[in-house]
């Protein structure tokens, strides 16, 4: 039976390119987000919402045989004239609100929607990208204070994941990754004067990603990964 992965936010730039290099070395993808086209392989579904919880449950039934893992690319760093916080002031409970929707609970809905799938003899594979701005302990600058609270969280929701899946199925994995800085939606109005050795393609993003999620292991589980594969403390 052909393997599949779950590829959720596949209408981003780096969704889009991780779909195409999952399917390159021939895994049968299944895509979610958004926006798109729908298919039987694709779901038009804002995952933000409690409710869809129970419809991406129905929509795996038939499609979870040969899923041998998840990346989650759903994540929100500006909106119109919202933008990353550059002081106390600038904090907003609607803001922050917004942010933990999609940063955080867009992943905890597809989780628990797969929840009632993952069973003992389970080796699925769980990579949801996140920030390395979501480290606590590596927090040098402070500002952006919804972006680095709502991926904190994030983190936290990852390392209780882990934890419960590694024993409900103890050839689980999961983990966290910082993807590094790519031209995208989500990065241009932040990007004008970034380093240009260090922005990084979606091509080679999608990769970096692909490779870290092929080497997951029950050993590394529970960690947040830089796109070079090594740790990031929380």
């Known amino acids: 039976m052909q393997k599949s992965v779950l590829v959720v936010g596949s209408h ?7 779909a195409i290099q999952l399917q390159d070395l021939g895994y049968q993808v299944l895509t979610l987000s958004r926006e798109g086209k729908e298919s039987d392989n694709h ?22 045989e040969g899923l041998v893992g998840v990346i989650q690319c759903a994540g929100l760093l500006h909106s119109g004239e919202k933008r990353p916080e550059k002081n ?34 389970s080796k699925l594979r769980w990579l949801s990208l996140s920030a390395k701005v979501g480290s606590i302990e590596d927090n ?5 204070y919804s972006y680095r609270m709502s991926k904190a969280a994030l ?22 990754m910082h993807p590094g800085t790519t031209p995208s939606t989500l990065s ?19 990769k970096r990603i692909v490779t870290v999620f092929e080497h997951m292991t029950p050993e590394r589980s529970g960690k947040l990964y830089h796109h070079d594969g090594s740790v990031i403390p929380w």
């Open 12 to 18: 981003g730039t780096i969704g889009k390119a991780i």
């Open 43 to 64: 779901l038009i579904l804002s995952m933000s919402e409690p409710e869809s919880v129970a419809v991406l449950s129905r929509w795996l039934e038939r499609r979870v």
């Open 88 to 121: 106390l002031k600038q904090l907003s409970g609607d803001w922050l609100s917004q942010s933990m929707a999609v940063n955080v609970m867009s992943h905890v809905h597809v989780a628990q929607a797969l929840d009632g799938f993952v069973k003992r003899h």
């Open 140 to 144: 040098g600058l402070g500002g952006w």
């Open 155 to 176: 983190n936290m929701f990852i390392k209780n994941l882990s934890i419960e899946w590694g024993r409900k199925a103890p050839a689980s994995s999961v983990i966290a």
């Open 188 to 206: 241009k109005p932040f990007t004008t004067n970034w380093p240009k050795d260090k922005l990084y393609s979606p091509e080679l993003t999608a």
